[in-house]
């Protein structure tokens, strides 16, 4: 059946705010997220900005916190997501700035702007007048920072009658347990964390469609702490993606969509930290990822594959992230 | 809205056990070949597959390995000297071996090097190619000898890289899909053995069509590896982040990238730059020049590489520190043997 004609209006961006301090929760003026207009709009892009309140211009990471949305009584999102997993990494590079050698190391000044993560969504999801993506978002406790976040909802405004049916978004995610490149003495070794059958799950009782999964790794602590560290980033030791952690991955039917052992990074692409496609996942089926932390020989100055011989960097806890983004068609 | 895809697929193979434990130098040159039982088709239906990447990691912390001045130094690109050779099924899909960035485009510097001694190459495939059950990758990686010829024993590789292979695709119906014939990429590329004092052609079979087909040429590649840069001296000063003496990607972010002249014609005598033209604005900014042309059997690419002169008769100082690379990548359909 066509969808009615409707006309594409005006551009609209739309910003809110919080600040979380470690371990809450904090809503946002949800008023400020809807059509100022008191129209419809379409949801194209969400944009999630963090920055360090109590040290302006360190770097937070988009692992710390999550967020959940709901449209209506609709969730759009299994309980809480880390933000930098609904979209595509956008600029890696950036992110390193003032903690390793990388070119362009001199624009220090931009260091700021790796707290931003853009979710495109696939379909422009409608949202009727009065109504919004309502967000709540969650300090996950790893930086002992309180986080000052921003979100944008960048929409525009349509006229005409209500769609027939309406695209909507939804990301459910997975974290591991902690873990530790510690080579023995405080953390457990060479842990292996299951998904259960609830976390990367279609919950609803029509197909849904994948479009991405993505896949972070949320370094919060180095240097031998394990408790809330300064920043936590997935791009200061890369290699604990390469060298660290491997996954295999199947469904709930028992494929094997990674059959065979395969490093964390080359799953979820490096140069997006994402694994694009365009693949439907039958109501109520889920899928299963096992993710092997290999720690290699304690006290023998390795992790995974990699001889440590720098001993500064022996001790980096972090956790490992997984999400499936999504979108299904509803008929309204 | 586009139809949705089959069921995901991501088969991988690396060459931890293949290629290890170089120390020194003694890794350059050797080839790892992959695992091609992981890399097979084992499922039930064919599968489509629409890209590949590579993850190379040093398996030493750049921060022990000590370079021409002692000062430890990252790997900051080492994918020039990382070569990949790609078959299947018997269809190759590189000529011999092919620098593994040379295959796709380049996603920006901290893509490719965040962690300084971990690399990350993606290359999406021209088309989806056709992978019937059964069938499987054949893949060996090696060492460039010319890491040793260049570096000498100045710069190692430390305890050894490792380099993971990765097919991504997604199966598909039997029903749905032409299974006579498939795309099938291939990739060539010429390296020169360092830099052009004078013209430097490229040699006539590295830009080739092998084939007895025509080849879809999707883009042609550029880079520029920069190597032993110790001489350099104002005003040609490297950015900051880019350090004298070690492997990396100077295609846009140096002197190089701007002073070297590239010029190239086919072998009918057309000519694909109308004057030498800057390298690295030519292969601006992801180190590729996209365009679609079908390279007829026997047909080949020339590359004329220039370094000018200044003014004064001197040769810009940029001297022999750098090997500038050129690829094509494209496709060409073979017809496949479906077993009965």
Known sequence: MNQPQRQVGRPLCLPAYCTLAPNTNSGVNSTALMNPTGGAMELLAVKFHLEDATVPGTIVGGGTIAVSLMAGDVPCTKDFVPVWLFGKAKNLGTPDLGTNPTPFANLGSFQTGEGDYLWELSTPFYIPPGMTLEPVFQHKGQISDSIKVTVVYFCRSVDGDPPSKVTFPFVASFETGPMSTNDGTELTENQVFITDETDLANQFSQALRIKRLSGRIAAFSYFGVDGPGLTALDTSYEWIGTDVLELIAYDSSGFETVKDPTKWRSVFTGAHRTWEMDTMLPANAYLMVQVTENIGVPGGGQIGNRVIV??????????????????????? | MSRPTGHPICMSANTEALIANHQGLNGAGQVGQLDAGRLRNEYRSPILVT??????????????????????????????????????????????????????????????????????YRWVLPKPMLVLPNTSFEVDIQVSKAFATIFGTSVSLGDGVSVEFAAKGYTVDPDDIDMSSTAVPYASAFVSDGSPTSNLMGPELALHNPFQIPLRVQRLVGRIELYDQTSFAAPVALPAGLFPDVPQDGTMETEAGVILMVDLQDSTGYRLTAN???????????????????????DSYFAVLTNPVNADGTTFPIGTNYRPQIGLVGHRVETLQVAA
């Open chain 1, 310 to 332: 720098d001993s500064s960097v022996a001790y980096v806890n972090f956790t490992a992230q997984i999400a499936i983004v999504a979108e299904r068609e509803v008929f309204v």
């Open chain 2, 51 to 120: 890209e590949i990447d590579f993850t190379i990691s040093l398996h030493q912390s750049f921060a022990s390995l000590a370079s021409v001045d002692g000062t430890p130094r990252p790997f900051s690109n080492i994918g020039g000297y990382i070569l990949a050779q790609i078959a299947i099924g018997g269809y190759k899909m590189t000529n011999r071996f092919v620098p593994i960035w040379m295959l796709g485009r380049r996603y920006g510097l901290g893509s490719e090097m965040n962690d300084s001694d971990v690399n990350f």
């Open chain 2, 276 to 298: 030498p033209h800057p390298f690295g604005f030519l292969f601006y900014p992801d180190a590729t020049w996209r365009f679609e042309r079908d390279l007829q059997p026997g």
